[in-house]
């Protein structure tokens, strides 16, 4: 199953409407073309609830769409991802005397959860979202997988509790209003993203990766089940394994990440840049199958955006059966107006552009592909690591010797390349006095709260001052991730932060989005738990030793990765941006961004927004993140509250 719907009335004084989950369900055929069901659980005298759930079928094809049950009836479950452990899982249940009627690995929840409770998702290894009924005790348990790979919103309204894989199947209830969080748009506009539990919409949350909901007797209630924090190596610990014994170690839990992630009764693919974590993930896959699995590389028509050549040598290597597509503008903007119209929340990363036009390449050949998300955050693979260690020497300069050094690389003319030595130099100074946590996030996102009082309206402002609670702070929950651990080394802050925010309602969010669009399951074995786990309680000196990044990592696959891939600068999956709204993005941009139509918006002040589309334009500045940050608000504004206009 990959989109899921529920209504849960757990007062059992009425029976959610099937034909409006039905509606809802039907949101969300794009996730699971395979099949959908709805289903009715609870008598007169109980709690009642209304599934509903669209299949993409990964296993056991002829199984159909279902709810799925134990032997009695009292539990039913239905689930968004994959159980990659489903076979010993079976076998164990199957040994304590439970029957199972299909292959589906959705099918040994509900035998889970009658063995050992709420406990039960300690025992799942894979990606997940999943909702459970208990008849007897009328309970609603709502869980997430530990990192986040599959979503997962909810509300309460009037009594019922609603949630959905993604937030149009809500929008699609009568009573769901359309309202926007002004507090969250303010995270949106720092970060880029969402981080859980916020969304755009008030009233609508996002259960945050790791946690469980529990709805009974009326209450609902949040939970942590995994915390990845208790994994980091305290203050207190003074035992580290040896390199080779780490390396040893990381190799072997990679390996079983990317066995179980080729578990499937369809065809397998593998996301393939030729960088260190996709030609890791190659490799081993090539290494377990024994045949040239099928690898997928996007290019583009921008010769200094193109790194289509790097990939063609390194699927030559490893032998794999490679694919290459080569997209430019007209490909590109197609593929954005695509996004738009899936996103319910604006989502500031470009790259979901060449993800959903590879998603589509791959999904002619295969049903299943193989990311690498999850290696930059585990390994510290980000140039702001070695940016953060490289501000504690800067911040021992003079404060003169600083300042000219800020003039002189404000000074520099932008470049519009792909994230090349200007940018980098004026992102670095223009942060690196800030705390390190505030710097990070600095330095990845577009508005810190400074800027933002420069770009909010007035009347957003006021809003914002006079909402109830404790004044709007947007690093509220990246202070929170630091204030909660015990490090040893200060990159280890940052490697959380990222983990627990940028994965996983960025990078996460896209995937899925960018991917479920084309019908196609994305697997991320850096996200296998017990590596997660692992590599996060290593010393900070194995993931970037010195001046050299994901060190570890590199040092456990060196017999199978050559020094060009080893040795490759991080570039991540950019687009031309800054060029694109030079040429065949600008007459989208300049009406996305009209004074008039943000002025109607009422979130910014229209000045501001033209005086940042002005200096790119006009080729003075690169604003080329902060442009596509408004671009996507706005894009999501039009959709949502003036009729889709831009689409």
């Given at each position: 199953?990959c989109?899921?719907v529920?209504i849960?009335?757990?007062?059992?004084?009425g029976?959610?409407d099937?034909?409006?989950v039905?509606t809802m369900?039907?949101?969300?055929?794009h996730?699971g073309?395979d099949?959908s069901?709805v289903?009715?659980v609870?008598?007169?005298?109980?709690?009642h609830l209304?599934f509903?759930?669209r299949?993409?079928?990964?296993l056991d094809?002829?199984?159909g769409a279902?709810?799925?049950?134990?032997?009695?009836?009292r539990?039913r479950?239905?689930?968004n991802?994959?159980i990659?452990?489903?076979?010993e899982?079976?076998?164990?249940l199957?040994?304590?005397?439970?029957?199972?009627e299909?292959?589906?690995?959705t099918?040994?929840?509900?035998?889970l959860y009658e063995e050992h409770?709420?406990?039960f998702?300690?025992?799942?290894?894979?990606?997940?979202?999943?909702?459970?009924f208990?008849?007897r005790e009328?309970?609603?348990?709502?869980?997430?997988?530990?990192?986040?790979e599959?979503?997962l919103?909810?509300?309460?309204?009037d009594?019922e509790?609603?949630?959905?894989s993604?937030?149009?199947?809500?929008?699609?209830?009568p009573?769901v209003?359309r309202?926007p969080?002004l507090?969250a748009l303010t995270?949106y506009?720092l970060?880029g993203?969402f981080?859980?539990?916020h969304?755009?919409?008030?009233?609508?949350r996002?259960l945050?990766?790791?946690?469980?909901?529990?709805?009974?007797?009326g209450?609902?209630?949040?939970?942590?089940?995994?915390d990845l924090?208790?994994?980091?190596?305290?203050?207190?610990?003074?035992?580290d394994?040896?390199?080779?014994?780490?390396a040893?170690e990381?190799r072997?839990?990679?390996?079983?990440?990317v066995?179980l992630?080729l578990?499937a009764?369809?065809?397998?693919g593998?996301f393939f840049s030729?960088g260190?974590?996709?030609?890791?993930?190659?490799?081993?896959?090539v290494?377990?199958?024994?045949?040239?699995v099928?690898?997928f590389?996007?290019?583009f028509?921008d010769?200094?955006?193109?790194?289509?050549?790097?990939?063609?040598r390194?699927?030559?290597h490893?032998g794999t059966d490679h694919?290459?597509?080569?997209?430019?503008e007209?490909e590109m903007l197609e593929?954005?107006?695509?996004?738009?119209?899936v996103?319910?929340?604006p989502?500031?990363d470009?790259?979901?552009v060449?993800?959903?036009?590879?998603?589509?390449f791959?999904r002619?050949?295969v049903?299943v592909?193989l990311?690498?998300?999850?290696?930059d955050?585990?390994?510290?693979?980000y140039?702001?690591?070695?940016g953060?260690?490289?501000?504690?020497s800067?911040?021992?300069?003079?404060?003169?010797v600083r300042?000219i050094l800020r003039r002189?690389?404000?000074a520099?003319?932008?470049a519009?390349?792909?994230?090349?030595t200007?940018?980098?130099?004026k992102k670095f100074v223009g942060g690196a006095?800030?705390?390190q946590?505030?710097?990070?996030q600095?330095?990845?996102?577009?508005?810190p709260?400074d800027?933002?009082l420069e770009?909010?309206?007035p009347?957003?402002?006021a809003a914002l001052?006079t909402s109830?609670?404790a004044?709007?702070?947007?690093?509220?929950?990246?202070r929170a991730?630091?204030?909660?651990?015990?490090?040893?080394?200060?990159?280890d802050?940052l490697?959380?932060i990222?983990?627990?925010?940028?994965l996983?309602?960025d990078?996460?969010?896209?995937?899925?989005?960018a991917s479920m669009?084309t019908s196609?399951?994305?697997?991320?074995p850096?996200l296998?738990?017990?590596?997660v786990?692992y590599?996060?309680?290593l010393?900070a000196s194995?993931?970037?030793?010195?001046?050299t990044s994901k060190?570890?990592?590199?040092r456990?696959m060196?017999?199978?990765?050559?020094s060009?891939?080893?040795?490759?600068r991080?570039?991540?999956?950019n687009i031309?941006l800054?060029?694109f709204m030079h040429?065949g993005?600008?007459p989208l941009?300049?009406?996305a961004?009209d004074?008039d139509r943000v002025r109607?918006a009422?979130?910014?002040?229209p000045?501001?927004v033209?005086?940042?589309?002005r200096?790119?334009?006009e080729?003075?500045?690169d604003n080329?993140?902060l442009l596509?940050?408004l671009?996507?608000l706005q894009?999501w504004h039009?959709?949502?509250?003036?009729?889709?206009?831009?689409?």
């Open positions: 199953m989109g899921i529920g849960a009335d757990l007062r059992g004084f029976r959610p099937p034909g409006l039905a369900t039907e949101t969300l055929a996730r073309p099949g069901c289903e009715e609870g008598t007169d005298h109980t709690a209304t509903g759930f299949r993409l079928s990964i094809l002829g199984a279902r709810a799925y049950a134990d032997e009695s009836g539990f479950v239905i689930c991802g994959e990659y452990n489903d076979p899982l079976r076998r164990d199957t040994a304590r005397g439970h029957r199972f299909t292959r589906c690995d099918e040994v929840i509900p035998h409770g709420l406990s998702v300690d025992h799942l290894n894979g990606m997940f979202a999943f909702a459970i208990d008849a009328n309970r609603l348990v709502l869980g997430r997988d530990r990192a986040g599959k979503p919103y909810y509300l309460e309204h009594g509790v609603m949630f959905a993604e937030i149009k199947a809500l929008l699609a209830h009573r209003r309202e969080d507090r995270r506009l970060y993203y981080p859980a539990p969304t755009p919409f008030a009233g609508v996002k945050p990766a790791g946690h469980l909901l529990i709805a009974e007797r209450r609902l209630r949040v939970e942590p089940y995994w924090k208790r994994f980091f190596p305290g203050t207190g610990r003074r035992s394994p040896s390199e080779d014994e780490a040893r990381v072997r839990l990679l390996e079983e990440a066995r992630r578990r009764d369809v065809p397998v593998v030729g260190v974590d996709s030609s890791s993930i190659a490799a081993l896959a290494d377990i199958t024994g045949r040239a099928p690898t590389t996007l290019g028509d010769p200094d955006f193109n790194e289509a050549a790097y990939a063609r390194a699927a030559a490893f694919h290459e597509m080569i997209v430019g007209p593929a954005l107006l695509q996004m738009a119209r996103l319910d929340e989502l500031a470009a790259s979901i060449p993800t959903h036009l590879l998603s589509r791959a002619q050949h049903k592909a990311g690498g998300e999850g290696g955050e585990l390994f510290a693979g140039p702001t690591y070695i953060d260690r490289l501000a504690r800067y911040l021992r300069l003079p404060a003169a300042g002189a690389a404000e520099i003319p932008p519009f390349n792909n994230v090349g200007e940018y980098l130099l006095e800030l705390p946590a505030v710097r990070h600095v330095w990845f996102g577009a508005f709260p800027r933002q770009m909010l309206s009347e957003a402002l001052a109830p609670g004044p709007n702070d947007p690093l509220t929950e990246t991730i630091v204030d909660g651990l015990d490090i040893r080394h200060p990159l802050a490697l959380a990222d983990f627990l925010m940028f996983q309602d990078l996460l969010t896209k995937v899925d989005r669009a196609l399951e994305v697997r991320a850096f296998h738990h017990p590596l786990e590599v996060v309680s010393p194995m993931k970037l030793k010195r001046l060190f570890i990592l590199k456990a060196r017999d199978r990765l050559t060009e891939i080893a040795g490759r991080k570039r991540g999956f031309p800054a060029r040429r993005l600008a941009l300049e009406r961004l004074p109607a009422g979130l910014l002040r000045e501001a033209t005086s940042l589309l200096d790119h334009m080729r003075r500045r080329g993140r596509w940050n671009l996507m894009l039009s959709r949502h509250f003036r009729g889709g206009d831009l689409l």
